[in-house]
């Protein structure tokens, strides 16, 4: 009977077969099929753990271990119980177990030197491509999950089940029933707690319309303005993850050794290298980009970021994935997040459109500065904020309160509530969308609207003039999309085009003619 495993692809797992062959010679023993390091260090824990399970290890006798296929590096904390099952099946030491002639028998854990199993933290949240066919033996742990038969054992000395049982013992299989039930209890994400501060009404709307859509944002504004406040805040408006979603999110973070139980939020520092953030090394591991699906990607200063950290950000923002090679290997990694950049204009951080400044700097340095963004990295952003415009001076409201609460403010708690039902009118009023609004197409913004007609009207003789790519155009239509979903409006009106005009065309002009 032949034995299969998994070993590491990134964050995802691959299934490999763990042959055993006995030579006569001097004791060795030889792992083939370019291991790792941890995996050529197994030898000594299969020893010590066969010995104190009372089986034999052979004398005179070469034992040979294959991993099939010999040419992929190898890199897994599971292959021990693999290795000392195949092992002892090759010696008979122990009896096969009962399988399909289709199906194949997979072991995965870890052992102590005493015998023991444990199952990997990186097993837990992957899915495992087996057929109902198949067998799977592994360690025991409540937070394992697996449709299949499965044999959930404690140690080696376990193995010892008879050939004439067509079941394994009761107390050592979980039934399907049990691990469905438990699917949804072991990925139930947690909400962080709500921050305790109030926005007024202009930022508030401004962060309802970025978590309805999910649309990508662009701050840019003097020092001390909010803008990192603002990022927070927007991150706690999401929506709460699907099954599916919180799967991938505990599997990538897990990866990344740091686990997560809502939506990252992935705030790397302008230092960080490019290749930190798209994904290096051989085999390719990912990068920061991959860290943040499902989530919100937050890049503070975004104008001191290297040029290539910036430009690597184009294709994910467009595709929601990347593809990194190295020497020849190529692997595809998720990276469907929402982004938001921030950064002051100049370096001395007042610089903002129609306002005359007195800079120290010289006009060379702030165009220089301001120069580091390039256009078409520019329109991959949805929306477009100048963050001195958010405080009202006529009021002299501030831009965040944290003990005001009347009709000029609102808490992030109340703005979620009205993003929530705002998502719950566009369920019923679009059951077909299953993404956010920042991913759809201009035929399918524009195929449910009735008033075309007056739509395109006002769009091509006010917007068009300023349009220059059509993706700038397309994230026009999506964010005056939202705004009409804000109002619950199944109907795209002039009112919604004129303040998607202001956020998505406007602002951006403005943005070219600073220096004019």
Known sequence: MSVHSFVHQSFDLQSIEVEISLLKGLPNFQIMGMPDSAIK??????????????FSWPKAQQVLVNLRPAHVKKTSPGLDLAIAYAYLLKT?????????????????????????????ENFLYNNLNLTKDDVLVSGIDENFIFSGESYFINSLSDLKFSTKQTEPNQQNIKSNQESTNKIKDKFISTRPQFLDLTFPLNVSELLSVAGVGGHSLFLAGPAGSGKSTFCK?????QSDPSLEEIQEIKKISQYFGKPCKWRPLVSPHHSTPALSII???????????????????VLDEFLEFASQAQEA???PLESGEIFV???????????KF??????????????VPKIPINCSYSLARCRSYLEKLSGPLLDRFSILSFTHKWKDKSNNLNLFDETLDNEKYLSVEKIFKQVQSVREFIKKDRPWQKTTNHFLLKNQIIKNTENIERIDEFYYKNCMPLFKSYRRELAFLRVARTYA??????????????KAREMCVQSFYDLKQIFC
Do not use: V
């Open 485 to 498: 979903d804000l109002d619950l409006s199944s109907k795209i009106e002039k009112q919604h085009l004129e």
């Open 325 to 335: 090679s190295r020497r020849g290997k190529n692997c595809k990694f998720p990276a």
């Open 233 to 237: 805040a927007l991150h706690q408006l």
């Open 279 to 297: 994904g290096c090394g051989y085999p390719p591991q990912p990068g920061e980009i991959t860290r943040a699906n499902g989530g919100t990607l």
């Open 92 to 120: 008979k030491q122990i009896k096969p177990l009962h399988i399909l002639k289709k199906g194949k028998l997979f072991a995965y854990g870890e052992l102590n030197l005493e015998g023991k199993i444990f199952i990997p």
């Open 313 to 315: 950000l184009r294709e």
């Open 41 to 54: 260090e197994s030898l000594f824990r299969i020893k010590s753990a066969l010995k104190h399970q009372g």
């Open 338 to 351: 929402q982004l938001i950049a921030t950064s002051n204009l100049c370096k001395c951080g007042d610089l």
